[in-house]
């Protein structure tokens, strides 16, 4: 095995080395080793990918479907795209030049970036969130301004926005992901309107990261694309709505001027994303079946939530309001103190229970932590006992 050259790790890019580790999956692979451990830790779906997709990726491997698809996806992938946004959030976008199809939306996040950023510029993030963000707009030269959500039941609302792009006038971008990871909390119709009007007479690209928007459990989702088309990315993608994480299908959907420069970036990236998982995706938001499947594992996910939600409050944790997406986002008990890092810590190595400490999403995440319920409900009730366990012993 070859040793790295001496010297050669000083050649790294310095935005690299500036990015603060993210811990999450490094507190999960921790937590892994600890014998018997139940883990409500990692942001993916339990569920087997649904049959109506798997046959549509297994057809096209059949059909020899195997060579590069345009840059932007296949044109299939982004009519169905554009008829699930048209179907489930009003939106009316063109398969031909407002579509891109990425390699989930992690992807497609970095090109929405990597379109807008050049070094020392500002991106308003509102926290705690996705840490994936800050970690992209670092690596680019940007700088994450956050706006800790954490006294307005991690809700930005309109008032702490505007402050917000007053201090930063310069900002290029506003990044809103909602259902949110990882607060579970959403906004209704009116919030998103509230928000648009903020944000109307101002430059900033809103990158709406709306991955979850189809597990939300009381109401409705409502895009901010709705209401600010001419200024606003929409990131979605199959992972959480149809438990297609390992298949990498993203999407990003914008004004046709915009699109240009950020589906040519995401080209440059990827190429194409793979033929078979674009089939699979095809059938998810194109089909009637894609659209069931999500129905009966929301169905899932809500009482899992409802059972989660009201074992929590019992053992004595403060909750966001959890609407949306399949995380719960708990105030460690007043007793346990406000260290979510030991907290967790000890939970998982004394209790056998791992979550996510909520500082690790940035400001506001402290003394929180992040249980996610996107696993079966005899795991959810074996912590909850666990859980009930270490609080008594503590
Ligand atoms: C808010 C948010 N955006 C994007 C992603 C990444 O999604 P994908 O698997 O499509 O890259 C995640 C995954 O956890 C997420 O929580």
Redesign the pocket.
């Known amino acids: 095995m070859p040793a790295t050259k001496a010297n050669l790790m000083k050649q790294l890019n310095s935005n690299f080395t500036r990015l603060k580790p993210v811990g999450i999956r490094e507190f999960d692979a921790k937590a892994s080793a600890v014998p018997g451990i139940v883990k409500l830790t990692l942001?993916?779906p339990d569920f087997n990918v649904p049959d109506a997709m798997k046959q549509a990726a297994i057809d096209s491997i059949t059909n020899n479907d195997s060579h590069y698809a345009p840059g932007v996806g296949t044109l299939a992938l982004r009519k169905a795209i554009a008829h699930f946004l048209a179907d489930r959030y009003q939106l009316d976008y063109d398969p031909n030049g407002e579509i891109a199809v990425t390699v989930?939306?992690?992807?497609g996040?970095y090109a929405a970036l990597s379109a807008l950023i050049n070094p020392g510029d500002e991106v308003l993030v509102a926290t705690p969130t996705?840490p994936?963000y800050m970690a992209i707009i670092t690596i680019l030269g940007g700088k994450a301004v956050e706006i800790d959500t954490s006294d307005s039941d991690f809700v930005l609302t309109p008032d702490k926005l505007k402050a917000t792009i007053n201090n930063h006038p310069q900002a290029k971008a506003l990044i809103l992901?909602y259902p949110s990871?990882p607060t579970g909390v959403t906004y209704s119709r009116q919030q998103i309107a509230d928000l648009a009007t903020a944000v109307k007479d101002t430059n900033l690209v809103v990158i709406a990261?709306e991955?979850?928007s189809e597990l939300i459990y009381d109401g409705h989702h409502t895009s901010i694309a709705e209401f600010l088309p001419g200024q606003t990315l929409v990131?979605n993608?199959a992972?959480?709505s149809h438990a297609m994480?390992g298949y990498?299908i993203?999407f990003i959907a914008g004004p046709k001027e915009l699109m240009g420069p950020v589906s040519a970036l995401s080209g440059m990236m990827i190429t194409s994303a793979t033929d078979s998982a674009m089939a699979a995706a095809t059938t998810a938001f194109g089909s009637e079946a894609g659209r069931q499947a999500t129905l009966e594992m929301k169905q899932a996910y809500q009482e899992r939530r409802d059972f989660l939600v009201h074992a929590l409050h019992q053992l004595g944790f403060q909750l966001a309001t959890p609407n949306g997406a399949f995380y719960v986002f708990a105030h460690i008990p007043a007793s346990a103190g406000n260290d979510d890092v030991a907290f967790a810590t000890a939970l998982a190595e004394q209790g056998r229970v791992a979550v996510i400490p909520g500082s690790y999403f940035g400001a506001g995440g402290q003394g929180y932590l992040r249980l996610s319920y996107a696993t079966s409900m005899e795991n959810i009730k074996l912590a909850v006992e666990r859980i009930a366990t270490f609080l008594k012993e503590d």
């Open positions: 942001g993916e989930g939306a992690t992807q996040i996705f994936l992901n990871n990261d991955i979850y990131l993608g992972s959480k994480t990498r993203g």
